[in-house]
């Protein structure tokens, strides 16, 4: 095969795990763009997407566990994984900033995620090769 | 095979306005890629003729598709989704 | 793209934020509305009885943003009864077809 030249790419998913299949359809996309030898600049999490970033999803044992695959992913990988703080704040992910800014009961963003603004995904379409992105299917 | 202008990437069920929308916009130099309940377009028989078109075989698979795709379709696993999406000119995802 | 109609769903807020993002970072954007979303550009919308805030005050502060344009599907106008004279100000109406996308670098939906 021959070898392209290393590109990279922002990743934006606005489907929530387990109403949608954006979580998943996204891994597998990042998994083949790193094995292929590309760059995953940054994955943001907008909208409903914001979920995936919980650190309290408890899915049954026999169900892929989206949160969890995708912070390892992320960890093995050194990739940031950001969520809005707009969507975040309205949907009740908070970390612990938020947390006490708010004085909240509990911070729940899953680690590596962290809270950001929307210009951590304009400054991700602009450094990128390729912006995608990951909707919900209705 | 010439260059892929847009890369239509569709998710949503042929029933979906969007998806009315992203078949309506494609001019002949671009490519369809099919993924999640977009593969569903398979089951139809109503697939573009003017433009490539690809489906994302997990996707496939997993409706139960795999026996239904004909010679106007390509079969593309995710490194093949990464492949076209930086072959392609732009990515639109519907 | 807006293609989401106002109020029952809140992909078009978010758009409406991710085209603010891109003028605040000075990337040229426009907002393009098609389908059932050309009804966030009907005038006279009061929100307040749903608990919500109208974004008619929002889209007309568009320009002093930066946004370059708004623009409406002539076609899903028709549909929907919006003319002139009931868009709001500062709309453009446009028939959406292949040639508009490749106008643009980037085309994205917020959901």
Known sequence: MAETASESFTLVITGAPYSSQAPQTALGFAQAAVNAGHRIDRVFLYGDGVHLASALCAPPSDETHWPEEWSRFLVDHSIPGVACIASALRRGLVNETEQKRYELPAANVRVPFEIAGLGEWVEGQIKSTRTLYFHAGD | MTAIQTLHILNKSPDHPRAAQCLELMSADDGLLLIGGGVLLLATGTLPTATRVFALSPDVDARGLGNLSSNNVSAVDFAGMVTLSLQAQRVISW | ?111
């Open chain 3, 1 to 111: 793209m807006i293609d989401q109609p106002p109020y029952g769903a809140w992909t078009g807020r978010e758009a409406l934020d991710m085209a603010f993002s891109l003028a605040a970072f000075d990337q040229p954007a426009s907002l393009l509305f098609s389908g059932a979303g050309v009804n966030w550009l009907r005038q006279g919308q009061e929100a307040g009885a749903i608990g919500q805030k109208s974004v008619e005050k929002n889209l007309s502060a568009a320009p002093i943003f930066g946004i370059e344009a708004i623009l409406a599907d002539r076609a899903a106008c028709k549909t929907f009864g919006l003319d002139e004279s009931s868009l709001i100000e500062g709309v453009t109406l446009v028939d959406v077809d292949a040639a508009l996308l490749t106008d643009y670098h980037h085309t994205a939906f917020a959901g």
